[in-house]
């Protein structure tokens, strides 16, 4: 079973609405992750955290904005989505970044549809 | 930045038949080697990983072997089961872009009883 919890499982969000997604982990990792994974297709990486602060956006839009609240909290808030950004999000965490090596643990993710 | 590539695509194999499959990619710094599994309706899981210094790494049914002068990385699954029905994405890693994971396209493999 994966230490990374996820929630909701499952959204559904018109494309005016402010949700967000949340993840968790109590391993005491201090690197977090979000990816994107679209379907028939490999995650694609979004943002990292690294001991709660931003490390790396891959370019992503800013209707998309992480939150890290504390070393055991990842957040994707999501305002004024299109329909494309429909896809898989998965959240996932490390002991640390910049180590190759370090096992990523991926939780379930949440599916997003944007109608 | 790293361009990987996986094949086959998909695979379909018989019930105790073995499985491989063939990970290459272009960044010669790379020397973190993994491979996650992906069951329907789930995150990926890291199923074996190996680094530049071994050439070879087995757990049980599944192994990774590794050439660097080539640059591509494979995994075996032998006995194959139905459970092992899954999509398996590579995703070589260099030190210095730590976990910043590049997947390859995925292969989707399936096991017939």
């Known amino acids: 079973d994966t230490e990374v919890t996820q929630t909701p499982k499952h959204l559904v969000m018109g494309m005016t609405n402010k949700k967000s997604l949340k993840c968790e982990q109590h391993?005491?990792?201090?690197?977090m992750y979000w990816y994107k994974q679209k379907a028939k297709k490999p995650p694609e990486l979004m943002f990292v955290?690294?001991?709660?602060?931003?490390?790396i956006n891959e370019s992503v839009p800013s209707r998309f904005s992480p939150e890290c609240p504390n070393s055991s909290l990842l957040n994707l808030h999501l305002h004024a989505l299109q329909p494309e950004d429909s896809a898989l999000y998965l959240c996932?965490?490390?002991?640390?970044?910049?180590?190759?090596?370090?096992?990523?643990?991926f939780g379930e993710g949440s599916w997003l549809t944007v109608v | 930045g790293e361009n990987v590539e996986q094949h086959p695509s998909t695979l379909s194999v018989q019930e105790g038949d073995s499985a491989v499959i063939k990970c290459t990619y272009s960044?010669?710094?790379?020397?973190?080697f993994p491979w996650y599994k992906q069951e329907l309706g789930k995150g990926p899981q890291l199923i074996i990983d190996?680094?530049?210094?071994?050439g070879e790494k087995k757990d049980q049914r599944i192994a990774v072997t590794l050439n660097k002068t080539a640059k591509h990385f494979s995994l075996h699954i032998t006995e194959t089961q139905p459970e092992d029905s899954a999509v398996y994405f590579c995703?070589?890693?260099?030190?210095?872009?730590?976990?910043?994971?590049?997947f390859g396209g995925g292969t989707r493999v399936l096991v017939k009883p």
């Open positions: 995703a070589p890693t260099k030190g210095a872009a730590g976990n910043k994971l590049t």
């Open positions: 960044d010669s710094a790379s020397n973190y």
């Open positions: 190996i680094r530049s210094n071994v």
């Open positions: 955290y690294s001991y709660e602060k931003l490390s």
């Open positions: 391993m005491g990792h201090r690197a």
């Open positions: 996932a965490s490390s002991q640390e970044t910049g180590l190759a090596g370090n096992t990523i643990y």
